[in-house]
Every structure is written in structure tokens, then in C-alpha cells.
């Protein structure tokens, strides 16, 4: 008698195509019931998997992070004439950064600080978060894009540009406070954010996944994750009573 | 009354992103727990989730409704998650030599030794499943993932992950034949 081989233990455990002699072969086989008594026990060991249940509020959060970001996701952020006011507000920030780190040096000199370190360092942390948030972004649709044949990256491209001077202000900043994580981080993202700058619109397949491995081979989306997780454990909240608050 | 999910598409793709909120809040957990089962990590199934959302948002013209919403969701969680493990592990091939992984492994079951005393049943032998399911190449751990946790059908999994179904068959025949390999004498002694 043929015995049943693992393979079609599988299909009848899952129920994927009835095949009654299988069953009857199970019936009447005992090698061949002893071999599936085996198969259920792993696979119903698999089921004590354990799985962290996010809390009730956690569909809440996911829409408070995904939500910012749907309109990026459709429409290309400059719309409606809002770059020249962005950009006027990056360099402000970056200038405010980078300030403000300067006067922090002083400050342990001649007591001169507008701002407190832990001000000064969320203040940093806030920003850098947010840029790298959308610079992975375009990263990780470079890597996810499923598009057969040639590729139109030119939205990419376009957002990529407007990042690199964002990004080369705050590596400044962050080289001015020390931060070689950051700075690091963002050194190795400006050299991928200007190669995807510099690259031809429009790529036929082997030139796009070029491109993909470039950016996978980096590991760069993995560090961006990394960086903004630390960043995100370091933005502690103002001491309780000390924070000016506005009545 | 609650919205349905083809009510909140309709709006959605009339140009109200609002509407997207219902979409997320309903399906959060279920596509987390499906990026959980295949990174392992609850960093990575919560960006995978962000991720998720995000790429069906932008592809929800595409959506025509012969599936449910849920089920063209999942597929895109599958592929997103697919996607990331297969990354992570070529990252991983990157920095340490394919001999060394394997090694790692046996290393790691073999530490978790399971003898009877330290497998009164359950406890250590559920810290050797998500080893077991490391162990798994990208492709088998989607499909094992699939079939096996959300009980999508072997012809589905392949329409999911664009492959034709005998190799989503054959990931799933893979997946259980290594994962036997790794449990079966846990499992044996555990029972026994």
C-alpha cells in the first residue's frame, strides 16, 4: 500500500481540495494517522504564537500618523503655491537650530542661552523626526514600486531635491551639537537622496532596481528607523512647571 | 449606524480622505497582527501597518470591489511585508555569511534544549516557534503566514503574491516541512 506523503498530509489538514481517498487511505492506515497526529501537533503548536495585542486606542494612533501623510500621498506637497513659505520656514528652523546650538555654547560661558538645552534638543529632535519620517517615505516607494517596464520617478526626484537642502542644514546642526548619530545618518541619506535627485526621470527595469538595490544595500531605510526610534525616545516633555504655558 | 467598508471607499475615492479613517481604525489590528507574524518584531508590524495603509491609499483606484476590502488590504500587507523580510534578510546575508545564519539557528534551538523537565509543555517550547518561523525563507514564512494564521487558500496566495499557486503550494509545503524539522522533537517531548 502507498502511503500518503507530507505533502498531501498538508493539503488535508488545510481542507484544500477533498480528496476522498484520502480519506478512506487515513481510515484504514495507521502509519499514515500517526504521521498526521504529528503534522496537527506542530501545527497546532504554531498557533500558540504569541502576538502582542495592540490596545483598543491603537487604530486611533495609526490614523493620527497616517493621516498627515495622505496628502503627500496624493498630491505633490508645493501645491497651491506652499514651497516658498516652506522653505522660508526650513531655513528658519535650520537657522533657529543651528543658533540656538551656538548660543548654547556660549551660554555655558557667558550665560547668554535664549534656550534651555532640553528645549534646544527637542526642538532638534522634533524637526530631524519629521524630515526623516518624509524622506523615508520616498525611499520606501522607491523600494515598494511595483511598476512593470519603465518608471516615471520624476515625483520622487522632485521631492528628493527639495529634501537635500532641508537635510544638509539639519546635518549641520547636528554636527554643531555633537550628535554623530544623526549627523552620520543624515550624511549617508543626503548621498542617497542626491542620487535619486541625479538620476535620468524616467528608468527602464534594470536601471530602477539598480536603484533599489543602491538604496536596500545601504541599509539606509533600516537606520532611518533606527535614528527616528531614538529620536522619538528622546522627546521627553518639558519638566512640569517649569514650561511656560500661554493663558 | 456604522459606515460600511464600500461606503467609506466610495468616499474615500470621491475625494474625501476623512473617510479613510473608518478604513484604518477597522483594520488596524488585524493587519497588525498579520505584520507581526511575519517580522516578528512589533517596531517593524507597526511601521508595516503605517506602510500598508499608506500604499492601499494610494492605490485605492485600483480597487474594484470583486474582493473585500479586507481581503485586497491583506494582500497588500502581505506584499509589503514580504517586501520588508526580504530586505531585512538580504541586509542580514550582507553582514553575516549564510553558513553562520544556519549555524546561529541550531545554535539557538539547540540551546533551548527540550528536555521534559524544561518542557512542561508550553512555556519553552513557545520560545522555539518564532525561531522556527526565522527559519523560514521569505516566501514560505508569507505563505505559511497566509495559509496557516489567516486562512487564505493556497490559490489565493498565489494571486496575492503574484506567483502561480503550484509555487505558493510548494511554499507552503516547505514552510511545514522546515518547521517539523525544527518542532517535531519539542513538540514529541512535550506530549510525551
Redesign the interface.
Known sequence: MKHLNEDELVLHYYGEGHDAAVEQHLQACEACRTNLESLVRVLEAMDRLEVPEPSEAYGSRVWQRVAPRLAQTRERWWAGGLAPRRLVATAAMAALLIGAFLAGRVSQRRQMAGLSAPVRERIMMVAVGEHLERSQMILVELVNNETKGTVDISGEQQRAEDLIGENRLYRQAALKSGDRAVSSVLEELERVLLEIAHSPSKLDSAEFEQVRQRIESQGILFKIRVVSSNLREREVPPPQGKASTAL | MEQSDAAAVAQVRAGT?DA??VL??????SV??LA??MTGN??DAE?L???T???A??QIGKFDGRASFSTWLYRIAA??SL?FIR??Q??RE?QTPVDDQGQELEVALVAADPTPDRLAF?GE??QL??P??ESLSPMERTAFVL??YEGV??EDIGKALGVHSGAA?HS??RA??K??KA??PA??TA?S
Open positions: 480622505p479613510y479613517r484604518v481604525e477597522r483594520h488596524s489590528h497588525f497582527r507581526f507574524r512589533e517596531q511601521d501597518v503605517q506602510e495603509f499608506l500604499r491609499y494610494r506584499n509589503c517586501d530586505s531585512r538580504r541586509r550582507q508550553s517550547l513557545k516557534l518564532a522556527a518561523l495559509r496557516h487558500c493556497i503550494k507552503v509545503f511545514v516541512q518547521l517539523r518542532l517535531d513538540v514529541s506530549r
